[in-house]
């Protein structure tokens, strides 16, 4: 993985150039030559990143670019710590300024180490010259690929396991139906089985006999047109008996698809495509398929779902996402490999059960593994044990596990250049991780792996780089946000140890738990660091990580690692007991994301102005209520989170603090996110925040009745303005009807307080997928101002309306999926007229105590998966228990999970709806649940 190294490395030089930087004539010639150089070598790169694995020689060339890339960026960072502040506000900045200004010994040595670089890469081009007439693309022969679908298309049907149900949905799909052309895609992550899946429909009986004309077409990531469309006309000839043209060999690509065409004119027939990996692919042969309303399919298999997407999209298809294998599915797979059918023994069960969750229901790998074990005596314990906690050495060096790794690896080796290192960069959360994207995007930008694009912000371009892995199937979605997009997601076990590889190969990252910390320039601290491990981490590291780290030796490591890694640009302290701010930090000339997190601060030096590289500042969760005034010269700060949540079983009127507003805040013109600060009179808050433009997220507390007139104002100019939070001080009204022009995207709304009236501009928010209304008050039904949002997802009332009635319209909230009423103390009915509310999942009522009964209409949801009720009467609980013959019984019983939920000793206890104490985890009430996967996310 060289290229990126050296693109991203391109990109600084070519900055430090363009820049007004003082260089001494021999450095900016010297830097210009290092330029272009690195820059003939990026297309061979590409194809060399690709290659490396199966040629060893060329494994040590690309290690050799590589190497040499990242010690040149390492004297750029070194250099300029030499160069003053841009700002010229630091005092030792200036002394560092007039040092190299008197004696010019940085320039020179700068001068030296770049000439020892010159000398390398002259080698390097040596070798370049000696590989370049032999490397080619890799073929699928050479990644192993050829073989691995060889045995997918042999194995016998009674050796699957989990298949049928998709078998049979697929085969409905492409036998039923109308007779338009259809596509059919088979999307899902390497080694889940969808060649096997769809190789069984297309050898079903009943698929045989409906259509007329077969073929079945492997597609390779190298794929070539011509060659493709040759195979097709073959098997499709071959198949009636009749003789390709003679002329196919000199055919061209026109030619070739136009005798596809006329072959398949007026016939029904079914193509497969397996292993489809771009959509350029599938733009290359989707015209040769006539459309004649034969009722013929195309079915296509693919990593990606956007390519799944796009080929069904056309023909109003239809996509199968193949889901890993049960717990149960995946269990008797592996006992059907490794013990022949036979449980496993009772002294091997807890090794059992921790390999099918490292193979997460991926039956590629659980096949492998399982092929593996069986090899082994059961007697030997330790034998087993050692596989599984090396399963990462095992995957190099095994050769049973090779087919799984490259099946793996396949995925790794075509992302796009860009998307290498954010992927490898996973490698350093910890196993079973729950990935927040919020906070990766932060890290992948501060460490400069993303690229801006024209009207586009980088947190836009990361978000999309975000997206692909998903879509790629490289990261599984865990919990999602109201807009659907993704918020947490994972990585599966198997592809974390095949970027663990990667990233220890090449010197990228590690983590404690792994042994290699010698030259590498990312460290994640898993639990325990010891300052033996520190002295051999170097003073390269750009960027350090730490989960669940509680110990103090292990902590005044992490210190001292910090006070020797001067080029940190990541630095997340999440978790760790801090006491005060480490004044360590203040040195890190280059940082741009630090998170403390959930530490015991309380407090931030004046001094933090140091930190004039600093883009995030996560110090959520600490006891900080005021910054210094420091903190106004961090001109690049573009999130800024300061608050914690007061913990209770009901939500609190001051449930959430945040910070003390600063006069001058307004000079932070590149902050897009402000949370959460605190307004006081006198304090000029909301003036300064309009001139806030950037602003994509902004809440404020301690709102006046006063304030509203300019809060109105402020949020008319932040028109990027995407959530807002609004609460006023308690017993005060929160008046916004002087808002003529709210933020047009505005997606999120959280209004805390008393409301004059019910805000009229909410009705054109076209774009608002949530809303909160808390302690609002409000005489007239807001469902009437919220129901014909288009977008509308989410909402939440808590002390909201004084009501008795609340009334969702026939036809209305057609996209509502999450329902909370909290505290609606006069609401005696809630009714859901036919056709309204269709896809609502969740529903939450609590503290509702003249509620009479469950909403009218419940009944007709046939989308709901959850009906949760807090602290309710048991005159309201007891007519829906089918244990005591509840009459209310049949409105609630398509609902898979009801609950009833008390707080009692301290805690919350969760009850089925026949009594029993259900073991099930409960959401703290004011929140929602969804049951993902087996397991709970609390939105």
Known sequence: MAEPAVTFLLEKLSTLLAENVKLINDVKHEIQYMRDELETMTTFLRVADAAEDSNPQLKVWVKQVRDVAYEIEDIIHEFMLHLPNSNGCCPDFVHRLIFCLNNLNSHYEIAFQIQNIKSRIRTIEEGHERYHGIVNVPNQETVGEIDRRGDALLLEEDELVGIEHPKEEVVAWIVKGESKLKVVAVVGMGGLGKTVLVKKVFDDDVVKKHFQNHAWITVSQTFKVEELLKDTIHQLFDQVKIPVPHDIATMNRDKLKATIKDFLKQKRYLLVFDDVWSIEAWEAIKYVFPNEDQGSRVILTTRSMDVASSCSIETKGYVYQLNPLSEEESRILFCQKAFHGDSYPEHLSDICENILRRCGGLPLAIVAISRVLSTKKESNVNEWRML????????????????????????????????????????????????????????????????????????????????????????????????????????????????????????????????????????????????????????????????????????????????????????????????????????????????????????????????????????????????????????????????????????????????????????????????????????????????????????????????????????????????????????????????????????????????????????????????????????????????????????????????????????????????????????????????????????????????????????????????????????????????????????????????????????????????????????????????????????
């Open 388 to 939: 599984i906690n090396g399963l990462g050495s095992e995957l190099e060096g095994n050769n049973q596990l090779e087919s799984l790794k490259n099946i793996l690896l396949l995925s790794f080796n075509y992302l796009p250049y860009y998307l290498k290192p954010c992927f490898m960069y996973l490698s350093c959360y910890p196993e079973d991780h729950l990935i927040e994207h919020n906070i990766l995007v932060r890290q992948w930008i501060a460490e400069g792996f993303v690229k801006q694009k024209e009207g586009r912000t980088v947190e836009d371009v990361a978000q999309g780089y975000l997206n692909e892995l998903v879509n790629r199937s490289l990261l599984r979605p865990v919990k999602t946000n109201d807009d659907g997009s993704v918020k947490i997601s994972q990585i599966h076990d198997l592809y974390r140890e095949i970027v663990l590889l990667k990233s220890q190969d090449q010197n990228f990252a590690t983590t404690t738990v792994e042994s290699n910390m010698v030259r590498v320039r990312r460290l994640s601290v898993h639990g325990a660091l010891e300052n033996s491990e520190v002295e051999r981490c170097g003073a390269r590291l750009c960027s350090l990580m730490s989960f669940h780290v509680e110990e103090p030796r292990s902590i005044s490591s992490i210190l001292n690692l910090i006070k020797s890694s001067k080029m940190l640009k990541v630095l997340d302290m999440t978790g760790i007991h801090l006491e005060k701010f480490p004044e360590v930090i203040l040195e890190l000339f280059h940082l741009k994301y630090l998170c403390l997190r959930n530490t015991g601060i309380k407090k931030l030096p004046g001094s933090i102005k140091k930190l004039q590289k600093l883009e995030m500042l996560d110090l959520k969760g600490t006891y900080i209520t005021e910054l210094p005034v420091g903190i106004l010269k961090l001109l690049n700060l573009r999130q800024l989170l300061v608050y914690h949540h007061v913990l209770d079983s009901y939500m609190p009127y001051n449930y959430l603090l945040g910070f003390k507003a600063l006069k001058g805040i307004g000079c932070l013109k590149s902050l897009q996110k402000l949370c959460v600060i605190e307004a006081y009179p006198g304090s000029h808050l909301l003036e300064e925040i309009a001139t806030m433009t950037e602003l994509r997220r902004i809440s404020i507390t301690k709102l006046t009745t006063k304030d509203c007139v300019a809060l109105c104002s402020a949020i008319t100019n932040l028109t990027k303005l995407s959530s807002l939070g609004a609460r006023a001080v308690e017993g005060d009204v929160l008046d916004l009807q002087y808002l003529t022009s709210p933020p047009p995207f505005l997606q999120r709304l959280y209004l805390g307080g008393q409301l004059a009236n019910f805000p009229h501009w909410i009705q054109s928010l076209r774009s608002l997928v949530k809303v909160y209304l808390r302690w609002s008050q409000l005489s007239d039904d807001p469902l009437q101002y919220l129901q014909d949002l288009p977008n509308l997802v989410h909402i939440e009332f808590l002390d909201a309306y004084i009501g008795e009635k609340l009334c969702f319209k026939a036809g209305k909230f057609q996209k509502l999926k999450l329902l909370g009423l909290d505290k609606l103390e006069a609401l005696r009915s809630v009714i859901i007229e036919e056709g309204a509310t269709p896809l609502l999942e969740k529903l939450i009522i609590q503290r509702c105590g003249l509620l009479e009964r469950v909403p009218v209409g419940i009944e007709r949801l046939a989308n709901m998966k959850v009906l949760e009720f807090f602290d309710m009467p048991d005159e309201f609980i007891s007519p829906l228990s089918p244990e005591k013959s509840g009459v209310e019984y049949w409105k609630v019983e398509h609902i898979p999970k009801v609950y009833h939920t008390y707080w009692r000793n301290g805690g919350w206890q969760v009850f089925s709806l026949d009594g029993a104490l259900s073991h099930e985890e409960s959401a703290k009430p004011g929140t929602a649940i969804v049951k993902t996967q087996g397991q709970r996310n609390w939105l």
